[in-house]
């Protein structure tokens, strides 16, 4: 009877210190997360509004010119590696990390960050913040091999799905078509223009597996034939039919963030060049 009592008693308190210990580690991360969502409003909070064209009405021809309208530019001898002006908006942020290649802004959703690429090193902003600090909401980064400046035929860009609702969380939104019907365009930016996408392929796929559609590597098409069997795939995948098709020389983007409804899910959002 003793015996039992000692361990009735051992086991209460083994799972009194698992309840515990758990209670602190959702803690830390709550409170890890509201502080890293804290950074990013403070860091927004010093970059002036920008002013840009209107989003287009209907879906453009392809052929549309992709041109900028800023409204400041930086003079003297602040540029990019293009040696263009920087746009007067982002002139603060590029200061603080010289690693900033874009920003991104999507209408209807939380998706408002500067993007950064590392070119030597696969992934660096994963686990890091803007200010290149540890964080676990990463930084929204771009895929080391793609050129946002040139641009590359298709630019991926990774962000994580916080619990929170920041970084590439909202992108789960666009699974309804409703949806996508009412927030079909994308601000994605270079540090020099101005630039609008439209989307035409939301899908869900695995990663790290022989089965998966390798979107992400998908930078530069070999030909005509290379680009319209990537659009075709991300067609197929797509949830919806969204009727666009984008067509050889149109510039893509593709959003790519974590999808944990199956095994190494990744949910990919893809969308053209209209300005």
């Given at each position: 009877m003793q015996k039992k009592r000692i361990i009735y008693w051992v086991t209460i308190v083994l799972l009194s210190l698992v309840i515990v210990v758990c209670g602190v580690m959702i803690a830390q991360k709550l409170i890890t997360d509201a502080r890293d969502k804290a950074d990013y409003d403070e860091l927004l909070s010093t970059m002036p509004s920008v002013e840009r064209p209107p989003i287009p009405t209907g879906t453009e021809d392809s052929s549309t010119d992709p041109g900028t309208t800023p409204s400041e530019t930086v003079p003297g001898d602040t540029t990019t590696p293009s040696e263009s002006p920087i746009l007067f908006e982002y002139q603060m942020l590029y200061e603080m990390n010289n690693d900033m290649v874009g920003f991104i802004q999507v209408p209807g959703t939380s998706i408002k960050y500067p993007v950064v690429q590392s070119k030597y090193q696969a992934n660096f902003y994963l686990r890091k913040n803007f200010y290149k600090?540890?964080?676990s909401c990463?930084?929204?980064y771009v895929r080391e091999a793609c050129d946002v400046n040139e641009p590359s035929d298709n630019v991926t860009i990774y962000g994580h799905k916080m619990r929170n609702g920041t970084m590439f969380a909202d992108l789960h939104l666009?699974?309804?078509k409703d949806f996508?019907?009412?927030n079909r365009y994308i601000y994605f930016d270079t540090l020099t223009e101005y630039h609008t996408y439209e989307i035409f392929a939301v899908f869900q796929t695995t990663a790290n597996t022989t089965d998966s559609f390798n979107y992400h590597l998908f930078d530069d098409?070999?030909?005509a034939e290379d680009y319209d069997e990537?659009?075709?795939k991300c067609k197929e995948l797509s949830?919806?039919?969204t009727g666009i098709t984008p067509e050889y020389g149109d510039k893509l983007i593709t959003l790519s963030t974590c999808d944990k409804t199956i095994d190494e899910g990744r949910?990919?959002?893809v969308a053209r060049r209209v300005m």
């Open positions: 600090q540890g964080a990463g930084t929204i666009y699974k309804d996508w019907e009412d098409a070999k030909d990537f659009v075709a949830y919806y039919d949910l990919v959002v």
